[in-house]
């Protein structure tokens, strides 16, 4: 009885079995709009794909990801192509995505802006920032295919308007999934040859031949480079990130070489129009400086130097004259002086003096005896301390203070009572 029931494993393995051997649902192009987007850290993306009516779930694998030159958004409207089959786990059907476009515009437009929005937002584009291509350059290196037309014109045009300038060669794959690698190798290895100039570029192509001049390795290394860059990659209307990012933008290949040396013509022109600035500045100067020499020669101390010796002479014999009449009456001052130290009572007569101050002084300690608490203390008074303080008054006084009586040949301690 229980027989014609199957589990619904069974029915989904069924479902399964019949969608992935649908030949209509092994290549199936979807459009729609994106909405719950995730993408997961192994690369993985997880997303529905939906329109007015309906939705469906779908997957797109790190190995297909990887191809995408743009990150999906939510509301992004795109073309998608891929297979039907059910997930078991769920018993729901999805598609999983092999290959995806935005509806409408190209998937190399949508990472060529999302890159340049972003590296511009970091400030790689910023003009102050950017090197100035050397005038009068010496040595320039060219990144791009040693073959084609692009390196035949560079070299070409560089021999014909500077032919003392050295050009060397960095070949590189210019197009193709391993180019940006290589462009950078070479831009990397041309920063060891101390050039002026660096050219990095390409003939024309279509979008997908230029791509590697939009990558983003590419862009950092022309931004790391020491060497002033010039970009010159496909016709005049191409704009590729490497333009931006590049200290200048050339239209073409050929546009770059003009760019990065003189004409031949033009600097002998220049240094024509130096040279006759630099004579007439020479003549002007010489002339300047004749004109100064004339001056100093007309002037009076050139004509007779021998009236400023003169005059610089009378004035030395005038100092020469006042300086004696200076020493002569210093002199008679300090003789003046000495006399009347020598003529002093005390160099006469020193031992009056000794006399006379020697009296001042008895007469002073004759006058300051009568005052000495000594001879008070001789004639029967004494002097009365307490805590080594005198006491001049009883009031200081009560019973049992231990005090100190000095008198004339000692002292003694008393007791208040």
Not at 6 to 19: A, E, F, G, H
Not at 117 to 139: N, T, V, W
Request: positive net charge.
């Amino acid at each position: 009885m229980n027989d014609k029931y199957i589990t619904v494993t069974q029915l989904t393995r069924y479902i399964k079995y019949k969608i992935d051997n649908d030949v209509n649902l092994n290549e199936v192009f979807l459009k729609g709009e994106i909405s719950n987007f995730k993408a997961h850290s192994r690369g993985h993306f997880y997303f529905t794909l939906k329109d007015e009516g309906s939705r469906i779930n779908a997957i797109m694998f790190a190995t297909s990801t990887k191809k995408l030159k743009f990150i999906p958004t939510d509301g992004m409207k795109v073309l998608v192509t891929g297979k039907i089959s059910v997930f078991e786990s769920t018993g729901q059907y999805q598609i999983y995505v092999n290959d995806m476009l935005e509806d409408g515009v190209g998937n190399l437009y949508i990472a060529f802006e999302q890159l340049k929005k972003k590296l511009e937002a970091e400030g790689l584009f910023r003009e102050d920032i950017k090197k100035k291509i050397p005038k009068i350059p010496s040595r320039i290196g060219v990144v791009t295919a040693p073959t084609g037309a692009a390196i035949k014109d560079i070299i070409s045009t560089i021999k014909r308007r500077w032919p003392l300038a050295e050009v060397y060669l960095f070949p590189s794959l210019v197009q193709g999934e391993d180019a940006k690698e290589d462009i950078v190798k070479q831009i990397k290895r041309a920063e060891n040859y101390d050039l002026d100039t660096l050219i990095v570029g390409r003939g024309g192509g279509s979008i997908e031949d230029l791509w590697p001049f939009n990558e983003e390795c590419v862009a950092r290394a022309i931004y790391d480079c020491p060497i002033p860059v010039i970009s010159a990659v496909g016709h005049e209307i191409d704009f590729t990130i490497s333009d931006f990012v590049a200290d200048l933008r050339a239209p073409t290949p050929t546009g770059a070489a003009e760019m990065a040396v003189p004409q031949v013509k033009d600097v002998e022109n220049y240094l024509n129009q130096v040279k006759i600035r630099l004579n007439n500045t020479i003549t002007n100067q010489l002339k300047h400086n004749r004109n100064k020499l004339n001056d100093l020669l007309s002037r009076n101390v050139m004509k007779n130097p021998i009236a400023i010796y003169q005059t610089k002479e009378m004035i030395f014999d005038n100092m020469v004259e006042r300086l004696k009449y200076s020493l002569i009456n210093l002199t008679r001052e300090k003789e003046k002086e000495l006399l009347r130290v020598k003529s002093s009572y005390i160099l006469k007569d020193p031992y009056k003096l000794l006399d006379k101050k020697s009296n001042k002084l008895l007469n002073l300690i004759a006058k300051l005896e009568p005052l000495s608490p000594l001879k008070t203390i001789e004639r029967g008074f004494g002097i009365v301390k307490k805590d080594n303080h005198v006491v001049t008054s009883v009031k200081d006084l009560k019973k049992k203070d231990n005090l100190e009586l000095e008198l004339k040949d000692g002292s003694v301690n008393v007791e208040v009572i």
